[in-house]
């Protein structure tokens, strides 16, 4: 949704008017990449440091078709293992780049994909130390999303699934209280399948969603994007309206009183 002014969605200090960040991995080529980027309306796209081309010149390069002039790029450390070398990759990401806005991802192992929390909390320590404003891909735990905010992180990203499982939002409760207790972004990080993932995610109270594989392993990718920019737009609208209560019985819609017998 748009951003207004009194509802701004700011992260370390910069304001963006969309709330959905796409990813750069598992198009065809930068091409389409790019166009679903502008589908989804995007402003920030997350780029795997260890993956993408940013300045090899004889091959295809990233920043040819999305210009980091139009776009917030968001250097991640997808493929790493280790805390430290998570650090090590996001160093050089901003020895080359100047990006001091990262994303930090700590992997467990390759078939799950899941977050290994106790490297993540280690290397987002450094990474702070280091000058570094840490948005942090971390499990569904209220807990270690405090003490990930506590330790310096400018943004919670919490996974609804695994990445790329396209699943959708497994445990809406811890999600929620993510998004209640914290004090600075929440984002649903991995997990998302489709558009209604996307709209729950904002329902529950996040206030933005990232996502890759949804979209560009969509049948359509460009009108998939467009589908999630919408779904992200409805979510956040339907969260700032205020959902009816939930009931256990029917409640008619029509006046009880006054019916005529």
């Given at each position: 949704m748009t951003a207004q002014p009194n509802d701004p969605f700011v992260i370390a200090g910069r304001t963006f008017t969309s709330r959905l960040i796409v990813g750069t991995g598992k198009y065809k080529d930068y091409a389409e990449n790019a166009a679903a980027a502008e589908a989804a309306g995007a402003e920030i796209v997350t780029v795997a440091v260890r993956r993408v081309n940013l300045?090899?010149?004889?091959?295809?390069?990233?920043?040819?078709?999305?210009?980091?002039?139009?776009?917030?790029?968001?250097?991640?450390?997808?493929?790493?293992?280790?805390?430290?070398?998570?650090?090590?990759?996001?160093?050089?990401?901003?020895?080359?780049?100047?990006?001091?806005?990262?994303?930090?991802?700590?992997?467990?192992?390759?078939?799950?994909?899941?977050?290994?929390?106790?490297?993540?909390?280690?290397?987002?320590?450094?990474?702070?130390?280091?000058?570094?404003?840490?948005?942090?891909?971390?499990?569904?735990?209220?807990?270690?999303?405090?003490?990930?905010?506590?330790?310096?992180?400018?943004?919670?990203?919490?996974?609804?699934?695994?990445?790329?499982?396209g699943l959708g939002i497994q445990n809406r409760l811890n999600i929620r209280l993510i998004a209640e207790q914290a004090r600075v972004p929440v984002l649903v990080d991995a997990g998302v399948g489709t558009a209604s993932d996307a709209a729950v995610a904002m329902e529950l109270g996040c206030d933005g969603v990232l996502m890759n594989t949804a979209i560009a392993e969509a049948r359509d990718a460009i009108a998939m994007a467009r589908a999630m920019r919408l779904a992200v737009e409805a979510g956040r609208a339907a969260y700032l309206a205020g959902r009816m209560p939930i009931r256990q019985y029917g409640a008619a819609s029509s006046p009880v009183d006054g019916i005529i017998g």
């Open positions: 300045s090899n010149p004889d091959e295809p390069m990233l920043v040819d078709h999305l210009s980091p002039e139009r776009f917030t790029f968001l250097p991640n450390t997808a493929g790493c293992f280790t805390g430290e070398d998570a650090v090590r990759t996001l160093r050089l990401a901003r020895e080359a780049g100047g990006w001091n806005l990262v994303k930090l991802e700590v992997l467990s192992d390759p078939d799950t994909l899941y977050p290994d929390m106790v490297e993540t909390l280690h290397a987002l320590k450094l990474l702070v130390e280091d000058g570094f404003e840490v948005m942090v891909y971390c499990s569904d735990d209220p807990v270690m999303a405090r003490r990930l905010e506590d330790a310096g992180a400018v943004a919670i990203m919490p996974l609804g699934a695994p990445i790329g499982s």
